[in-house]
Each structure stands twice: as C-alpha cells, then as structure tokens.
C-alpha cells in the first residue's frame, strides 16, 4: 500500500478513537477549578529519533487530541534531528525531507501554534550558524516558529494570551564551549552566561502576574536514573550531575523560587515526570524518542514514568494549571496522572485591604525600632558605629494614600534589586511610579551572594540575617533626600524621591500583605512610559544602560552627551557613592537634526551617599576582600578613587572618551560654582526635622569640603582612567587610522561610512595602553608615522575579512580569529590568531581592576603545632586572562612547635603560549623548619610513652626553585617543567638524627645536597569547592618526575605518584555519601634520601597516625569516610545541616629487602556541621595501635 495512504488512513482511524475516548473520559476527570481555559500546551521532545511508531504515535495522538482546544500550542524542545543541520548544502537534502516527512507536514494538522526548539542535536559542528539556517528554512516552508532564533539563548511570547509567557531557553547554548563556535553571540543581546542568568530574573520579574512556562530542553530537576560515572558527576557536561550543568540548574532553580507562578518543561529526560522542589514544579516529557531513558520511583505527589507518551499542560484564566501525561502505542492515548497546579500568588479576594480614611495626614515612624539598634560598647568597637541611632529614630512623615494620587494610582507588581523592597505603582495614564521601602532586605541581598540554591526562607531571624540588617546602618537613610534640589540646581536628571509613611490600604491589592505600613519613598519610575516627565529632560525615549551600551555599538550616529555624565559622575565622588553599577542609570534620547541621537544621563538611586563603614571588623574586610575596597567613609577626601570607581569604570570606559582635562576642569567648577554653602545649607534643611542631628552636620561639613577639592579629586580619577583606554567601531565598516607623533603621542582617528566620528591624541605620560576593537564588519587598521616612545596598542579586529596594514609595527599588536580570512599587509605585523571567544568578544567588563588581597593563614597540627601567617596575592588582569593575565602570591608563616618559619611563592602568568600559563614556584624554610622521621620501613616502632613528639623532628632547611607551563580546560589541567632544590638536615644529639642506629654524624644527608629534575603533572577534577560538604564527584591526579644531585652526591631516583578520589551519593539527595581515596608513592630507583622517600601518616592518609609516620620506597593507602546528614536545625546562626561520618584507613610501605606483610590501619569518626551548602566545618577524632588524633578541617580532605 501507498505510505502517504497507509498513513492517511492511521491517522483517521486515531482521529475517531480519540474523540470517543475524549468523550467517555470527560466526566472523569473534572475541573478543580471553574476558570476558563487560557491556553492548552502539548509538549514533546526528541523528536529526531523518527521515523518510528512511538514518534509517529505520539505526533498523531496530540493532533487529535488538540482539535478540541479553543486556543493551543505544541511545543517539540529539542533534538528535533538526529545530528542537526549539516553546514554543507549538499548534506541537508536528507534532513529537509526528514523535517518536512515526519514533524513538519504531520504537524500541519495541529489546531493550533506549532514551535520547535533546539536541544543537543541541533549543535553541531557549526552551531549557531547551522541553527540559522535551520530556522529559516522550518519558517520558509511551513507556518511553524523555530525559537529561539538566531542562535541565541531566550525568547519570550505570549502568543496572545494575558495570563501566560511562553519562556523558551536554549540551555545547550549555555552548555557549549564557545570557543568551538565562530561569531557565537554576534546577532544576540546577550553576550554572557552572566547576562543569560540577569535576564532571566529581568523576564521572571517583568512577568511576575502572570503565570511562566520555561520551555528549557534539559531539565532543571529530575528523578532519571544514572549509572555510576553520572552519578559522581559525569564525563560531559551534559550529563545533569557535571558542575556546568549544576551551575545552569541550580541558577535557574534559585531564581524562578523568588517568584510565584514559575513551571520549568524540559525534554532531555526520554521518559515522562512531574517532579516538585522548593515550589517549582518541573514537567519532563521527552518520550518521543524510540529508546527510552529509565527513571526512579516518585514519591506522593510526583510522577515518573518509562513509557511513549507525551504532557499537557492546561492554563486556566485563574493562573491555575493542569498537567496530564498520557502514554501512547495501541489504541487510544492513555492518562497516567494528573496534577493540579495551584496559583501560587495570592488573590485580590484574599487579602484584606485596611480603611485610611481616617488617619491623619502625618505619621511618626522609624526605619529600625531600638532594640534593633541597641548594641553594646564592644560590639560597635568590632562592628562601627554607623548610623544605628538615626534608623531608631522617629520621624514625623507624610501618609501616601494612593487614592488621593491623581490617575488611580494602584499597585502592580513586585521590584526592587538586590537590598531593597519596591512596589511598581500605575496611573489610568499609564505613568509609573515605585514606592520604596526605606528599610531594606538582608535576606534578599544574601540570596543575591548564594545563586546556586534557595535560602531565602531559611535565613530568617538568624544572627546572618541581623547582622547584614545591622551593615544597613552603615548608610545615611533620610541625607539623600538632600540631594533632590542639588541634583536641580546642577541641571541633573534624577527620579526626586520623596519621604512617605504608606499605610497597607485598598490600592495596593494582592501586596498589602507583605507591603505597607512602614517609611517608603515615592518616586517616578525612570522609564519610557514617563519619558514627558520634565525630571526627566522631556525625553523622546528612556532607555536602559545595556540598551544604551547596544546602540552606540551598533552605530555612531547614537552619542552620550559626555559633559553631562562626567558632571553627574564627579558628583558621585562629591557624595561618596560606590553603588553606581549598570542598573543606576537610565537614559534620556533625543532625536537630533542630523539625524543623531544624544543621550543624557539619569541618575537613579543614592542609597549609598554619604555613608559611614567603620568598626575593626570592617577594615578588617576590605585588606582582604575586594568586594570591600569600595566601601569608603564619608569624609573630607576620597581616599582611593579607583575602588570608588570599581563599578562605574566600565561605563566610565565606554562613555568618557573624547574629553580633556580642561573640559574635566570645567564640570568641576561648574559645580563648584553652583553648589554654594546657602545650596547645601538650604538642601539639607528640606530633610524631616528629626532627620537634622549630629549626623547630617558633619556630612554638610564634609560636603563642603569635598566641593572644594573636588579638583585634585578629579584629577586623580582623570588620570586612573586615562592610564587605560578602550575604543571601539561600530557594526558598520570602520576605518582606523592610527599616527605616531613625536614626544610619545599617538593621534587615533575614527570614520565611519565616511564620516569622522572619533580623534583624539594620546600622550604616553597619559596613557599606557590602547585597545581598539572593530567589532562588527570589515574593518581597516592602519598604523603610521614614526615618533618615538610608543604607547602599547592592542587591536581586535572581530568579525569578517579585517584589514591590518601597520607600516609601523613597533608597541602594537593584532588579535583575531584564526578560523577566519585576514588581511596582513606588512609580513613582519605582530599577531595572536585564536578562536577564543572571551579575548575576540568585546565585553563592557573585559577590563577588570588588578586587586592585591591578604589572608590569615592559621592552623594547628599535633606534629606542627600551632602556625600563624600572612598570605598576600596580588592578581592582575588584561586582554588574554586565563583565568587571570597574572596571580603571584606570597605566604609567610611561623611554627610555634620547633620555631621554624616557611616562606612560599607561587606565581603563574597567563598564555605564554595560547592556554598554557607560565608558572613559578618557590619555597624556603629556615633550618627550625621540621618534619617527621621514625627510621625506614613498614614496622618501624614508636611509642609516645617513651619518648616526647620532638624526638621524631627533623629540622631541615631547604630551597626551591620550580618553573612550569601549566595547560588549564575545563575540568583538566596539565603541569610540567624543571626542578631545583636544595636540602640540609640538622643534627641533633636528642633527637632522632642523633640515634646511631639511623645516622652517623658524618652522614651525606647533614650536608647540603643539591637536586635538579624535572616533575609532570595530571589532574582531571570534577567536584564542588574543597570546602563543602561534596555530594557527588571524583579527583583523579598523577603526578611522575625524576631527580639527581647535581653536586658530588650520586642520589638519583625517578618517581610516580596517582591518586583518585570518589564521592558516591548513596542517596539521591547527597545526604549519604561514601568517599574514598586510594593514593600510592613509587620511587624507581634506590638512591635517595629519607626526605624523598614514600611515606604515610597524618591528614592526607593514615589519620590516626602522626604526620610520615611510615618511610620506605613504596607507599599505598586507601581511606574511605561513610558521610551522613542527619538533621537540620534552625538556629539563630545560620541554617546548618549537622553530620557525622564514620571512616576507615588502611595502607602499608614497601621498602628494598622488607619481608613485612603487615598492614596498618586506623580508623575513627567526625561530626560535621554544614552551612549555605557551602562551608563545611569538620572535627574529627581518629585512633590506631599508636596514638589518638584530633583533626579540624574545612571540608573534608577527600
């Protein structure tokens, strides 16, 4: 018979068994709710596997089944083909007929939207090219949509639906080695797995009344089963256990859990499950495929099953859900489960709106009631003073009823970053409004700090949580108000927030429940719908940062208005504001004649104006931590303006390019001129009147003083930032023309489409560093004229055919892709041609800040005794980081045990060839310096009875000088290079190299002996941080080298050292864990002293023995730990997870000649308390024959 026939007439036939299987199963399953319905999916997935008849079967059962739904949509998420679209056009025939065959033309019968997404299959070789091609021709050949397009990773719909937002993510984007991938991201918004993760937040957020479908091909949760390689974390990053695939779940798990309403579908799984965590409910059904993953059993309310079938998902007007699953194969589909899915946000009905009418048009509150403020003497000496009594304080506010608002203002959604909590506010005018609650959220900012999984609810009323509440004071909280007819006087554009006590109260709905009854600032929302608000310029549009940064990109006819942002940006250093990251400006376009368009600056926010860091603990912080440098007090002066600056430098980068000095110098006394002591006075007395205290003299005294030294302020930030200098094309082709002048000057000249639209002339004593990046395009690069005293310039000439023709090829440099066609006039041009995405990609944060860093470095040992130190690390970064462009670090400490003292360097500079880093260690130890010798071989006796722990030191001081390349991918690293050393051991009398029976006075091994060798180094490494409690992974390390003196000793030996590593969860939920490490010693060769011997004993190996307890030729050992979680507790602390583990070692040394069979063993316990998922700390207790060992660690050793 005829296929197209044969199939014709099976598809009839299931057309009729299914609309009378519909109609003896609709009164079975009801309705539990008596919404209408919004909007009916059928989700499938793996599709590529046709033809087959469960493919077939389930395509068909959907068409029927969908001839019932008013409004409907099918939606395949991924590997739609079985090895997707080949990039040679000969190649393709067979997956066009395939597409057309067996999913487009039988989903021409689908009454409803048809989507298809990409998923594993889709990318190949050339990745998102391919997938461009593919989407052009599913949508030239049939109505279908293929999303997301273009290769990138997200695209949202609503496919004219009010209640729902089809969210469609392409998670193998995230998932791919981009350097793989030629031009990835070049017609995309997002250019960052960072970007991917803060738009999704932005969507969840804009969408936040409505519900969200996350069509992602590989699922966020999972009851699939794995094998044993997967479940210690794989081999791929596919699989759902690597750390990759972690990060992308765990992320977008946290962050749909902020928000209500959020259903993730995802396809990878070939089977079919509903699966519910933290409030997120996760629908898997890719159970097109012919081959079928297995899965494990569900619990109550869940589902799993190994069958052909396929999901339903109805949305109610509601918001509520239904999710059906329906095995196909003979006959008409059958319904394995249903899941109703309630409406998480609450309901207008259900929450109880107040009556003001009759309260009084004041109200006296305060942002932190006493008992919040009230610390005692030693804890303001550790924590600061801050601000604490002005947060107590009360103060007598305007009430906002929101009914006395013209327009019916009234509450729509949820906003706020990460500190704060907002409420965005309409009119009937569609103007929009955002009331601010003046106390901020410390659960929120910590949730913002642990993206990989949900806390929020667990840090309440914690000690963590006060204490960031407490951090808050460190800000002035009614002093930026002040800044309103400032910001006025200096023609600056900004949202005039002003101070309110808003009542919970009919306009605020389904929020009066959370929000209300607290201090708030009202504010215009800083966005397009109230771009004719004259705070706003009377714009013609507002646009967003990233949107600003996209169209100067794309084209020069977009221009800041550089003047007006310096001015706003000097003012920023006027009123000590770090916080001025991308989110705190929006912008203000207006079209000009020339067809241009120039945008001015609005500021956003000014929490963190004049504040006041202070205590020990705080100074303590910003030595060590970065993240604390910004984090000035409020004084006379700044004292460093690059840390000030630390997140505003990107923008300060993109948009400060063409001023001078003397136009720096004309903002600063234009300020200067117009904020004068009357303004400032007359500002600060506009606050409420209990707001005007102490506090807010010394911040107007300092203003003033800083207002007068805003110059040299100035001048130093000025200079910072000229010192490196970013410039970039266009989209369009670019011509650089760039001239060396004489007396260090370079002149670089910018036109585009034959318009000049960039020069400037950099001096050397300026300037040390240029990148030029062309972007989009082909671009010209021209390098003339001779001078002298070079300024270094890097270029990148992005994408397409780029011309380089330097005629001078001194100090300057030309980076590309080498996977593409470049022109290269002059033979000698210096150039670096690699596929890799981060150097060739340009990036808004590709220049970041080099950061010097100290830590503590203390421990305690039996053998060692106590140790205190310092380690210092400075990192710098540049154009070709891997992951930096240079990290040395320098660590010093002191052993109170034998008075020794340990000097270390290691520094490591980045891509001396493409990848491979250059290395440098380097370690001293001062003649105290000790470690154990108990004598050679397996049944060497020891009894701490007899003699004390001194007695087995051996004072020895020694050097080394090792310099390596270091090879750093993924999970892989590779090490090798020359050694050197030299060792001297210490004679003692009492000790164990004053026993006769061991040593000589005399002996080689008192004498400096000198070694030169060479050591290589593997490790491949797939688990979390050393400091957690690791769920799941293995280590596998190798380490083999060779050495010989290199003085008039014959000492020679080569040597091999592997070791591996496993945790293996026994449960799925990595509560039970059995790790074990099995690690060995080899030295080939018989010649070598003590100190290169194998040995065993201490944390890494025998724990219940001390530190080299056993020395021979040949070690071996395995330790194994059974680790349990057996409670949680709520504590005022933190949430902590509190373990024990039992363990078991055991292992034995071989030395020439030994007929020892005996075995050694020692064995013991811990108990283990766990915080964040994160910090691990571990007190252990271990025993053998010989001695009783106490060990702490963070984390676990293995």
Same mark, same amino acid.
């Given at each position: ?7 014709? @007439? ?5 057309? +009729? ?31 590529? =596997? ?26 395949? #998420? ?19 007929? !395939? ?8 989903? *021409? ?36 949509? !293929?999303?997301?397009? =273009?290769?990138?990773?997200? *695209? ?36 960052? @797995?960072?970007?991917?993760? $803060? ?38 990053? *596919? ?31 070939? /089977? ?36 052909? &079938? ?133 659960? @929120? ?46 023609? #600056? ?7 309110? %006590? ?12 959370? %929000? &209300? ?59 000590? =504001? %770090? ?37 020990? #603990? ?61 303004? #400032? ?71 585009? *489409? ?113 140790? $205190? ?12 980081? /891997? ?38 260690? $380097? ?11 108990? &004598? ?54 009492? &000790? ?24 290589? $180094?593997?490790? %491949? ?23 010989? /003196? ?36 080899? /030295? ?59 363990? +078991? ?54």
């Amino acid at each position: 018979m005829n296929k197209k026939y044969a199939s014709l @007439r099976l598809s009839l036939y299931s057309f +009729f068994a299914l609309g009378l299987w519909a109609l003896v199963s609709s009164g079975i399953y009801a309705q539990e709710t008596d919404a209408a319905i919004e909007q009916t999916f059928y989700f499938t997935g793996n599709t590529g =596997d046709a033809p087959n008849a469960s493919t077939t079967g389930v395509l068909e059962a959907i068409n029927t089944m969908s001839q019932q739904d008013a409004n409907a949509t099918f939606v395949a #998420i991924g590997n739609i083909t079985k090895k997707g679209y080949p990039p040679k056009k000969k190649d393709r025939k067979a997956v066009e007929a !395939f597409l057309q065959q067996e999913i487009m033309q039988p989903l *021409e019968a689908f009454n409803g939207n048809v989507i298809l997404m990409p998923g594993k299959n889709e990318w190949n070789k050339n990745g998102h090219e391919n997938l461009d091609d593919l989407e052009s021709f599913i949508q030239d050949n049939s109505k279908i949509e !293929f999303w997301p397009n =273009d290769g990138c990773p997200r *695209e949202i719909e609503n496919l004219s639906m009010e209640n729902v937002e089809l969210l469609m993510i392409d998670s193998q984007w995230f998932l791919e080695d981009w350097d793989d991938h030629l031009y990835l991201n070049n017609k995309c918004e997002l250019k960052t @797995r960072d970007d991917f993760f $803060a738009k999704f937040k932005d969507d969840l957020k804009d969408e936040q009344n409505k519900t969200v479908i996350v069509a992602v091909h590989h699922s966020v949760l999972t009851l699939s089963q794995q094998n044993f390689i997967e479940k210690i974390g794989g081999l791929s990053v *596919e699989d759902y256990y690597s750390t990759l695939r972690q990060n992308y779940a765990g992320t977008l798990e946290t962050l749909a859990s902020q928000f209500p309403d959020v259903i993730f579908v995802s396809a990878s799984d070939r /089977n079919l499950q509903y699966v519910f965590d933290d409030g997120i409910p996760q629908i898997i059904s890719g159970a097109a495929a012919s081959k079928l993953d297995g899965v494990r059993k569900a619990d109550d309310g869940q589902f799993t099953a190994k069958s052909h &079938g396929f999901a339903k998902l109805t949305v109610y007007t509601d918001r509520s859900s239904k999710v059906e699953f329906f095995q196909t194969g003979k006959g008409a589909p059958q319904k394995l489960f249903e899941k109703q899915i309630r409406r998480q946000q609450p309901r207008p009905e259900d929450i109880p709106a107040p009556d003001i009418s009759g309260m009084s048009d004041t109200y006296k509150a305060s942002i932190y009631t006493k008992e919040e403020t009230d610390k005692s003497g030693f804890y303001r000496f550790l924590w600061g003073e801050h601000y604490r009594d002005v947060f107590s304080k009360e103060i007598e506010a305007p009430v906002l009823d929101l009914s006395e608002l013209p327009g019916n203002v009234h509450a729509i959604s949820e906003g706020g970053g990460n500190q704060s909590r907002s409420l965005r506010l309409i009119d009937d005018d569609e103007h929009e409004y955002t009331a601010r609650e003046l106390r901020k959220s410390a659960v @929120r900012f910590i949730q913002s700090k642990i993206t990989d999984h949900y806390v929020r609810d667990f840090m309440q009323n914690t000690i963590a949580e006060d204490i960031v509440q407490d951090f808050y004071t460190t800000a002035q909280p009614y002093a930026p108000f002040a800044l309103n007819p400032i910001f006025d006087t200096l023609d #600056i554009y900004n949202a005039e927030p002003k101070i309110y %006590y808003m009542p919970k109260q009919k306009q605020l709905g389904i929020f009066n429940e959370d %929000y &209300g009854d607290k201090l708030y600032m009202l504010e215009a929302h800083a966005g397009d719908e109230n771009k004719s608000f004259e705070r706003f310029g009377n714009a013609d549009d507002i646009i967003s940062t990233k949107d600003l940064l996209a169209e100067v990109r794309d084209s020069k006819k977009h221009q800041v208005d550089e003047a007006n942002f310096l001015k706003v940006r000097l003012m920023d250093f006027a009123v000590g =504001d %770090y916080d001025r990251h991308y989110d705190q400006w929006r912008w203000s376009a207006y079209e000009q004649d020339n067809g241009n368009t120039l945008y001015k600056t609005i500021r956003r926010d000014r929490d963190q104006a004049f504040p006041k860091y202070d205590g020990l #603990i705080l100074g303590l912080l910003k030595v060590a931590m970065i993240d604390f440098r910004s984090m000035e007090r409020y004084d006379e002066d700044v004292d460093n303006v690059k840390w000030l600056s630390r997140y505003a430098y990107p923008l300060d980068q993109a948009f400060l390019k063409s001023l001078t000095w003397e136009d720096w110098q004309e903002q600063v006394r234009f300020i200067q001129e117009k904020l004068t002591d009357e303004t #400032i006075e007359t500002a600060f007395a506009t606050l409420p009147k209990a707001a005007q205290d102490e506090s807010t003299e010394k911040i107007i005294k300092n203003f003033k003083i800083r207002r007068d030294n805003l110059m040299p302020i100035a001048r130093r930030y000025y200079e910072y930032l000229m010192r490196h200098q970013i410039l970039l094309g266009t989209g369009d082709k670019d011509d650089f023309v760039i001239t060396r002048l004489p007396n260090g000057k370079t002149r670089v000249a910018l036109t585009t *489409e034959d318009d000049r639209t960039f020069e400037r002339t950099y001096d050397k004593e300026e300037t040390k560093e240029l990148w030029i990046y062309g972007l989009d395009d082909e671009d010209t690069f021209t390098v003339t004229g001779e001078g002298d005293q070079y300024i270094p310039i890097k270029i990148l000439g992005g994408e397409n055919n780029d011309v380089y023709d330097f005629q001078n090829t001194r100090a300057v440099k030309a980076y590309d892709y080498k996977s593409k066609k470049n022109t290269f006039v002059n033979p000698g041009t210096r150039k670096w041609l690699v596929d890799s995405y981060d150097i060739n990609t340009y990036n808004d944060e590709n220049r970041k800040l080099d950061a010097f860093s100290t830590l503590p470095a203390v421990g305690y040992d039996q053998d060692t005794g106590f140790s $205190a130190g310092l380690s210092g690390t400075y990192t710098t970064y540049g154009l070709a980081n /891997n992951p930096f462009a240079t990290q040395q670090t320098l660590t010093a400490k002191y052993f109170a045990a034998t008075h020794g003292v340990e000097l270390k360097y290691s520094g490591e500079f980045a891509n001396a060839f493409y990848k491979w880093n250059f290395g440098l260690d $380097a370690r001293y130890t001062t003649p105290n310096y000790a470690i154990n010798y108990f &004598g050679t071989g397996n049944e060497t006796t020891y009894d701490d009875d007899l003699v004390d722990r001194d007695f087995n030191r051996v004072r020895i001081s020694q050097w080394s000088v090792n310099p390596s390349l270091i090879y750093r991918e993924d999970r892989m690293s590779i090490r090798f290079g020359p050694t050197f050393e030299s060792l001297n051991v210490s004679y003692s009398g009492d &000790g164990v190299t004053g026993d006769t029976e061991i040593f000589l006075p005399g002996d080689d091994v008192f004498n400096t002996q000198y070694y030169a060798g060479a050591e290589a $180094a593997f490790q %491949y490494k797939n688990k979390s941080g050393a400091i957690a409690f690791i769920r799941r992974g293995f280590q596998f390390d190798l380490v083999a080298g060779y050495k010989s /003196n290199i003085d008039e000793y014959d000492n020679e030996f080569a040597y091999v050292n592997p070791t591996l590593s496993i945790d293996y969860p026994l449960h799925p939920s990595g509560m039970a864990v059995l790790a074990t490490k099995v690690g060995a010693e080899m /030295n080939f060769g018989d010649t070598y002293e003590f100190y290169h011997a194998a040995t065993l004993g201490g944390n890494n190996s025998l724990r219940g023995f001390r530190n080299e307890r056993f020395n021979g030729k040949t070690s071996f050992y395995q330790s194994t730990d059974l680790r349990v979680g057996i409670a949680e507790l709520t504590t005022n602390f933190i949430p902590l997870r509190l373990g024990v583990s039992a363990g +078991f070692d055991y292992g034995r040394i071989w030395t020439p000649g030994g007929d020892s069979e005996q075995w050694h063993n020692s064995y013991g316990g811990s108990v283990f308390l766990n915080g964040f998922k994160a910090l691990t700390a571990n007190l252990g207790y271990y025993r053998s024959k010989e001695s009783n060992r106490v060990l702490f660690t963070l984390g676990f050793k293995f």
